[in-house]
């Protein structure tokens, strides 16, 4: 479950982010896009530094658990959310 919540939390910033970013110039939107990218990754990290032996918790289903929410928030969230018009 919080592989689930980190993933939603870091696609929400970063649609926001992304939102934010689309009524300004051309670059602004890239470095949107680039910090949404470094931001699923830091917390990838973040969810692995605190996951990694934790007695009674599995690493690899909270991994997985947070790949595949991101994903499907990838596929939902920011498509429905940045759809080009």
């Given amino acids: 479950m919080i592989g689930a919540a980190a993933a939603w939390a870091a696609s929400s910033v970063s649609v926001a982010w992304l939102l934010w970013a689309r009524g ?3 670059k602004t939107f890239w470095w949107a896009f680039g910090g949404g990218m470094v931001l699923r990754a830091v917390v990838l990290l973040a969810l692995a530094c605190w996951a990694y032996g ?3 918790l599995s690493f690899e289903v909270v991994m997985i658990t947070y ?3 991101l994903l499907a928030l990838l596929m ?10």
């Fill in 54 to 56: 934790k007695v009674g």
């Fill in 76 to 85: 939902t969230l920011e498509m429905r959310h940045l759809r080009i018009k």
């Fill in 67 to 69: 790949v595949f929410a």
């Fill in 24 to 26: 300004r110039s051309m």
